[in-house]
């Protein structure tokens, strides 16, 4: 929540350069910046470019006589004036001299008398014996009024009244086709055919309207205030249930996983069955195989060497049992019961075809329209 300083400060202080307004001038939009900070700001910009606001970011034209030409900022204004004013009667603090007694003075200090009156007619700081022509002017007398604090502000509200183009004339009248105030030259000068009224008139119905529509903006403040608390709300339930919709992927994907896992880990024990099971028939087959070539290998070389270097007696003796061996041998079917491992391939499902299927699952964003506005539920 903005304290009262820091409230004060954005009220006196230029949203550009963070320092006190210089000159302030208000956008359509009522946000106020010192003329030089806008000048900077859109120094590439021409008169009857549409610019935006720094702050709102609300678009305006820039007047025909560029942006010294937007209005000037009436409270921020009164409130520069006031201050050169108290500044420049600041003096009264102190002692202050007569202007016509130091005007007629030879240079000696003592002759001056000390200033008690200021006329705002001749905007003159006057002694009591100076001031007294001013009281009896033929043409009526001026205004006459006591230095010190009650009177500065007295030409505050003064200067605050003053004509812009004629500065020493009061602005009595109010233009409704120029939206200015004027002052009675102003009006036989360049207003005369224009729609105007009593400054105090037209002022008081512009407080009623402006009271009127401020009434509105107050309810619109309330209004707008609810709108965003709920809004504040509606978000932080969103965002609480795309959280457990988040939560939901994760666990959807992750039994995905543990699905993948298990499809493969069986995959991968299949195979290593087949491989087993191939790895030991192939191997009892070698095994067969190995022990009947020494076995045919063996009958052959004694068959040979009874044969090449055998006697008759010695064929005739050992010839029925080398026929024996020889015929159990050939008699093995150990050829034609030959094994060889099956052939594995392996098939990968095709991942093209899977993306045409929500695997995971699916978020659908549903959109509750009512009176206070767009809420989304998220399911999986």
Known sequence: ???????TTDLT???????????????PCLHAFCLKCLQGYFAEKCPGNEIPCPVCRKEFEIPSDGLGGLQQHCLLGLQQTGADILNACGEEIQEVRCV???EESDGSAEEIATATVYCVDCKQKLCERCSRPHRRWAGGAHQLKPLGAEMEQELVQLQASACDTHRDQQAELYCHQCNENICILCYAIKHKNHESGKILDVAENFRREIDAKDKKIVASISAVRHLLDERKEDL????????????????????????????????????????SDCTKQAQALQDRLQLMLVAMESCHRSTRELLDEGRPNDITRAGRELLDRATELLQNDVITRDFRPHHV????????ELTRFTLVGKVIVESDHNQSGMVYVLHL
Do not use: H, W, Y
């Not at 929540?1 to 409230?7: E, G």
């Not at 202080?13 to 956008?27: A, E, G, H, Q, V």
């Open 236 to 275: 932080s339930k969103f965002l609480s249930d795309a959280g457990d919709v988040e939560k939901t992927i994760c666990q959807a994907v992750d039994e995905i996983k543990m699905t993948v896992d298990r499809q493969a880990r069986e995959l991968m024990s299949e195979l290593e069955s087949v491989k």
């Open 100 to 102: 016509v007694c130091l």
């Open 345 to 352: 391939t392996f098939t990968p499902a095709d991942v093209t």
């Open 1 to 7: 929540m903005a304290t009262a300083t820091s409230a």
């Open 13 to 27: 202080n230029c949203p550009i350069c963070l320092d006190t307004f210089d000159n302030p001038k208000s956008l």
